[in-house]
């Protein structure tokens, strides 16, 4: 299945590439993102399947995603690829590639292959009954609203930097994921030392002092250089401490039975629904924010952009450091001693 939607997305980012009108360009965009979302679950899935103790080999493989990122936003800023077709093409060549090594995988038949399966086990339906512990509920709710403001930050930052004149942009936001190896070969250890209720608010709480800088940074022309790569390297806390923690809270509740059908449903909450609802978020600031007047090459009123998304980040914490509650012990997802 991986090789298939790796190929498919391939493809279709090929085609994206020779698109010159909106009204074509943007539904075939949206198939290639429902060919690509489905294999953030698999590749979670496949991995926590064969790797011995997943709280601490899984951040410690997630390294080398970090370093493909950077490999491919440099690549990018070097040969200018921001702003044309080049990084369509790019993307659906490297797909290509992706799409053959995924046959060189270990051979993962489906957990119930050999015997008939229901509707609903299809279809991964068997998840829900997660829902039955109070805990993973409120879990599953709270990390659905704290996702919401953060595609602020992916919809938002590239826009912002481009508005200030920087060039190189993809390159320069590459800092993040130096920060992101930094913090996911610490992580096994902070999980184990904060547990994963201490660890996702961590997450949540360097969301807020991230945008809450990027605010800071529009208001502070003279000093905006410090404050926005600050913003841009605390992406290994808000992204680690948050999705892949997430992530790894939500195996250790599944069982051997619906385990890939519950990254499925986290897959779904944190790059599904959260992300529409997000995106239209950030899309809808932009608007409020235009200005009427450019300030020089600046069109938006970013400060007050920027802090929006702070607030509702802090709200929502609030909110999940009441809510959720770390499992009893024995629960399948408790830690010792943090948890």
Not at 5 to 16: D, E, F, S
Not at 242 to 255: D, F, M, P, R
């Given at each position: ?26 539904p075939?965009?949206i198939l ?12 979670n899935?496949?991995?926590m ?22 490999a491919?936003s ?12 080049l ?11 992706f ?14 292959a050999?015997r008939?399966?229901?509707v ?10 997660m ?20 595609k ?9 930097l ?6 190189n942009?993809s390159?320069?936001m ?11 070969f ?10 994963y209720?201490?660890?996702i608010m ?19 022309p ?19 401490f ?37 995106t ?6 932009l608007?409020?924010y ?16 920027w ?18 509650r770390?499992?009893?012990q ?10």
């Amino acid at each position: 299945m991986l090789a298939v939607l790796a190929a498919l997305g391939g493809i279709v980012l090929l085609v994206v590439a020779e698109l010159t009108s909106f009204h074509a360009f943007y539904p075939v965009l949206i198939l290639y993102c429902a060919s690509f979302v489905p294999t953030l679950a698999l590749g979670n899935s496949l991995a926590m399947t064969h790797l011995p103790d997943i709280k601490k080999s899984f951040p410690h493989v997630k390294i080398l995603s970090a370093f493909g990122w950077i490999a491919g936003s440099v690549t990018l800023s070097v040969l200018h690829g921001e702003r044309s077709n080049l990084q369509f093409q790019l993307a659906g060549a490297t797909a290509l590639v992706f799409a053959g090594f995924c046959l060189t995988l270990p051979h993962t038949p489906p957990q119930k292959a050999g015997r008939r399966v229901s509707v609903r086990e299809a279809l991964g339906l068997d998840a829900l009954n997660m829902f039955k512990r109070p805990s993973f509920g409120a879990f599953m709710i709270c990390i659905f609203l704290i996702s919401i403001p953060l595609k602020a930050y992916f919809v938002m930052t590239a826009i912002y930097l481009t508005e200030l004149q920087w060039s190189n942009v993809s390159g320069k936001m590459a800092l993040a994921q130096v920060s992101d190896i930094v913090f996911l070969f610490l992580m096994p250890f902070g999980l184990q030392r904060l547990g994963y209720k201490k660890a996702i608010m961590l997450g949540v709480f360097a969301w807020v002092v991230r945008f809450t800088l990027f605010a800071a940074s529009a208001a502070a022309p003279g000093g905006q250089l410090p404050l926005i790569y600050t913003s841009i390297l605390l992406h290994g806390i808000c992204y680690d401490f948050l999705y892949i923690a997430a992530q790894l809270y939500v195996n250790a509740e599944a069982n051997e039975g619906n385990r890939a059908a519950a990254q499925g449903m986290i897959a779904f909450v944190l790059w599904g629904i959260s992300s529409l609802v997000g995106t239209l978020l950030a899309g809808k600031l932009l608007a409020v924010y235009k200005l009427a007047e450019p300030l020089g090459p600046l069109t938006h009123d970013w400060q007050h952009a920027w802090m929006i998304p702070a607030m509702i980040a802090a709200g929502v914490l609030i909110i999940f450091a009441l809510a959720f509650r770390n499992p009893r012990q024995g629960g399948n997802a408790q830690l010792q001693p943090g948890v």
